[in-house]
């Protein structure tokens, strides 16, 4: 079992649309990142949360980290096809552990 | 700086022969680690060094894996004997203390 759910799994939508994927859990984690990878790259992060609640902005893409720390979202706004990838959010439950990654959603944005 | 450097992008090799992957860290980097990915199981972490010295290889799958890091900007990860099982994407890291990851391009290997 996966410490890490992420949904959709796969999500394919047209350039300008908006969208949110998600990424849930059981546990409570100290902190919480998003990574991208695109195909044939490494993942690349986006972004890392540690406060419940929390909010970050990153120009079109939004991200929260839930009250109780056990799920996040991230909500990209007018998608363009550079964003087509795959995303993934990995959590650590105790400050200075290792991050456990989720597996993913594969996002495809056609033009 | 570079980035993470891997080698090589791609390797196929036939079952039983032995697999040496290769990583350079950026500069600077006490953390390295080495992970796997596919499409059943995702993105694992196999083993991480800090200042050169092995902290957790409990993600090991089983003894043909090792992995050195014979100094600061050098790590290896071999299996031997490889099986077609081990046929993923292999990924190195490093980040900084507190600092967040970087990840090489990684190496797709195929054992046929």
């Known amino acids: 079992t996966q410490l890490l759910e992420q949904s959709p799994q796969f999500l394919s939508i047209q350039e300008g649309e908006n969208l949110t994927v998600y990424c849930n859990s059981s546990?409570?984690?100290?902190?919480l990142q998003w990574y991208r990878q695109e195909p044939g790259e490494g993942p690349v992060l986006l972004v890392t949360v540690v406060t419940g609640g929390e909010v970050k902005k990153l120009k079109r893409l939004t991200f929260q980290f839930g009250d109780a720390r056990k799920d996040s979202s991230l909500h990209i706004t007018a998608a363009q096809t550079g964003d087509t990838g795959l995303y993934l959010c990995?959590?650590?439950?105790?400050?200075?552990?290792?991050?456990?990654f989720g597996p993913g959603t594969r996002l495809s944005v056609l033009p | 700086d570079a980035g993470v450097i891997q080698s090589p992008r791609h390797e196929v090799t036939e079952m039983g022969q032995e697999v040496t992957l290769r990583c350079k860290p950026i500069s600077g980097h006490d953390y390295l680690f080495w992970y796997r990915q596919t499409m059943m199981r995702g993105l694992e972490l196999l083993i991480y060094f800090n200042n050169n010295v092995p902290i957790d290889d409990s993600g090991m799958p089983e003894d043909r894996f090792s992995a050195k890091m014979p100094n600061a900007s050098f790590s290896t990860l071999k299996i031997q004997p490889s099986e077609p099982r081990d046929s993923a994407v292999y990924f190195c890291?490093?980040?900084?203390?507190?600092?967040?990851?970087?990840f090489g391009q990684g190496t797709r290997l195929t054992v046929v």
């Open positions: 546990s409570v984690f100290s902190s």
């Open positions: 890291a490093s980040s900084s203390t507190g600092g967040k990851a970087f």
């Open positions: 990995a959590g650590a439950v105790l400050v200075g552990q290792n991050f456990v």
